[in-house]
């Protein structure tokens, strides 16, 4: 489905940012064409400093963002997973209301964490963890259940995989997680994979020096309009 398939793509073309408050940046139209759009707020990840509590709207935090501890790239496969869910289902899946009610809401759905994934936490962490109810993990069979899936002629595009992609999505232990690479290859999208798009080298990259400029509204227009130009001119 093009609704997983781009962000997926467009993680590994862009494979040293995250993807910040991707659920708003997310466009959808009547046929089903998706894009990622506005990365003004994407971050280049070159250490433990620059990493931040605030990446992506709440509902759609990493379990390792919500506890702020050590995050890569993977975070934002949580992130397309979830939207994967709210799309299939038309509600939020994890809509906590403050950072502990999010990670409440996360253990109720995936479950509580293994030891293996507490013991990389630190001491206080992990007592608060601990602390929770054990919860199990809600059936993704009832959850996302056939009927959420939208039709498709093509014969892997159907919901036995796309609870496949979702159970390897939503993993709380980011090691354990798929990563974007991993998750083109599960049937439900590789169907329409094209290695090339994911072996080529991104199309560009953010101008920062735009962050100092100063534009009236019309010269602003002129230049959004000149790159839209440039770019269809360009594909």
């Given at each position: 489905m093009d609704y997983m398939d781009y962000p997926l793509r467009a993680l590994i073309q862009e494979r040293n940012k995250q993807f910040q408050g991707l659920n708003d940046n997310v466009m959808i139209d009547t046929r089903f064409q998706l894009k990622i759009v506005d990365l003004g707020l994407a971050r280049q990840i070159t250490s433990y400093n620059d990493r931040s509590v605030y990446v992506t709207t709440r509902f759609y935090r990493a379990p390792e963002v919500v506890l702020f501890t050590t995050y890569e790239h993977?975070?934002?496969v949580w992130s397309i997973g979830c939207i994967f869910a709210e799309?299939?289902?038309?509600?939020?899946?994890?809509?906590?209301?403050?950072?502990?009610?999010?990670?409440?809401?996360i253990v109720n759905v995936?479950?509580?964490?293994?030891?293996?994934?507490?013991?990389?936490?630190?001491?206080?962490?992990?007592?608060?963890v601990r602390s929770m109810p054990?919860?199990?993990?809600?059936?993704?069979?009832?959850?996302?259940?056939?009927?959420v899936f939208p039709k498709n002629d093509q014969p892997f595009c159907n919901a036995k995989n796309g609870r496949d992609l979702l159970?390897?999505?939503?993993?709380?232990?980011?090691?354990?997680?798929?990563?974007?690479?991993?998750?083109?290859?599960?049937?439900?999208?590789?169907?329409?994979?094209?290695?090339?798009?994911?072996s080529s080298p991104p199309r560009g990259h953010y101008d920062a020096r735009m962050?100092?400029?100063?534009?009236?509204i019309?010269?602003?227009?002129?230049?959004?309009?000149?790159?839209?130009?440039?770019?269809?001119?360009?594909?």
């Open positions: 993977k975070v934002d799309l299939l289902t038309g509600s939020i899946l994890c809509p906590g209301r403050d950072k502990c009610d999010q990670w409440t809401k995936v479950g509580s964490p293994d030891e293996s994934f507490i013991s990389k936490l630190d001491e206080q962490l992990q007592a608060h054990m919860k199990e993990p809600l059936n993704f069979e009832v959850l996302f259940s056939d009927e159970s390897r999505m939503l993993v709380i232990d980011p090691d354990l997680r798929i990563s974007a690479a991993e998750a083109l290859k599960i049937p439900y999208v590789s169907w329409k994979s094209h290695m090339d798009e994911l962050e100092n400029v100063s534009f009236s019309d010269e602003w227009k002129r230049v959004i309009f000149e790159r839209i130009k440039d770019y269809e001119q360009n594909q």
